[in-house]
């Protein structure tokens, strides 16, 4: 009898879909893909070499980061990013990671403000290497410390919503060794605020790291 084929693996398929989900990402952020743009599932299954499964988790991936939604009859287009939008998404960023930033300098333990410390000790390396896609990563992973450290899941769930739908764009302008390097100044205003157990600069600096990332985002939008 012969042998049916095998079924991908999940985390095959969900490496699929979330490559294809920063590909789009990049393209509708870059403004490759145009507001209205129909993102057809057969068409980009054809496109990646992929079933529709992924495409679906994919889609998904960009309706809940709103950069695109799903309209009766129509399916999935891409949508108009204003610099409204992004105006208001960083402005509520900035008041959720202020807030996050005064409970964590209250409430971080010894322990999680010596492993913030040493990761910014890391970035600071990236940094000054040049290594973008490094110190994206450890970016996030440094905001969530933050965000965990304020041993609040309500806030920690909100905080980390409202980042994914950021996502994007606060990888583009982190892609600039110079961008880079004045994040990585910021950082050290944040850690000595939290290290200090500080609440009000902790509040403060993390507010004005938001509006410094807002500025360079819109500084590159056309």
Do not use: W
């Amino acid at each position: 009898m012969a042998s049916s084929r095998p079924k991908p693996k999940p985390a095959h398929r969900e490496l699929h879909s979330t490559m294809i989900a920063s590909q789009l990402e990049n393209e509708i952020v870059s403004g490759r893909l145009k507001a209205g743009s129909k993102l057809d599932e057969q068409s980009l299954t054809q496109r990646f070499g992929v079933s529709r499964t992924p495409i679906r988790e994919a889609l998904h991936v960009l309706v809940a980061r709103s950069l695109a939604e799903r309209v009766p009859y129509r399916g999935v287009l891409v949508v108009d990013i204003t610099r409204d939008r992004i105006e208001q998404m960083f402005e509520a960023m900035g008041e959720i990671e202020a807030l996050c930033g005064r409970f964590a300098a209250e409430r971080m333990t010894i322990g999680e403000r010596g492993e913030l410390e040493e990761l910014h000790r890391r970035m600071n390396t990236m940094a000054a290497d040049g290594d973008s896609e490094a110190y994206e990563a450890a970016n996030t992973e440094f905001h969530g410390r933050i965000f965990a450290s304020t041993h609040n899941e309500d806030l920690i769930e909100l905080a980390n919503n409202l980042r994914l739908k950021l996502a994007p764009f606060r990888r583009s302008q982190l892609r600039q060794a110079e961008r880079m390097a004045r994040s990585s100044e910021e950082h050290e205003a944040v850690v000595s605020a939290l290290l200090d157990r500080d609440p009000k600069r902790a509040e403060k600096a993390l507010r004005r790291h938001l509006v410094s990332a807002a500025r360079e985002v819109l500084a590159r939008m056309p």
